[in-house]
């Protein structure tokens, strides 16, 4: 009896202690949402644009080569009506500065895609590659439909 309920014990905390994220796929999904930011900015009263900024350079995948620093931004504007309009974003800067800066639509079947957990079929979405840069905190800015400034900051994983 004893050795049973032992033999159940063990069982049951082995069952507990492991990971859900053994997958691969789990772990990239993990770390796509650890590096990202989601930013909503207020269009009017029934507007409002949904962005959100995914750092790449943190997940380890063969389709990320750490030459360049690397974003993933996807936009989209809810109106309130039930339909989305197009958002054009511009104006990116890393760490304040758009030198040799390269902005890239991607269409929803692009690899890199699958890298990032929120992906959707409303949401138009750009890779953003900034020179490499050694600093371990990072300033992603942009500017939106109304040429206001948005920041955010991304820390790099040493």
């Not at 750092?55 to 039930?82: C, R, W």
Request: glycine share 6%.
């Amino acid at each position: 009896m004893r050795y049973g309920l032992m033999v159940l014990v063990v069982l049951i905390l082995q069952g507990c202690a492991t990971k859900l994220a053994d997958d691969q796929h789990e772990k990239l999904m993990d770390y796509g949402m650890f590096n990202s930011k989601k930013i909503e900015i207020k269009n009017s009263e029934t507007s409002k644009t949904y962005v959100t900024i995914t750092y790449l350079n943190p997940i380890s995948h063969e389709l990320i080569t750490q030459e360049s620093e690397k974003f993933i931004v996807g936009t989209y504007m809810a109106t309130g009506d039930g339909s989305f309009e197009k958002v054009t974003l511009g104006g990116f800067k890393v760490n304040g500065s758009d030198e040799n800066l390269t902005v890239t639509p991607l269409p929803q079947e692009a690899p890199l895609l699958k890298l990032v957990s929120s992906t959707n079929a409303w949401t138009n979405y750009v890779l953003v590659q900034a020179p490499k840069t050694e600093q371990i905190k990072m300033e992603f800015s942009f500017e939106n439909d109304q040429s206001k400034r948005v920041t955010t900051n991304f820390q790099k994983d040493y």
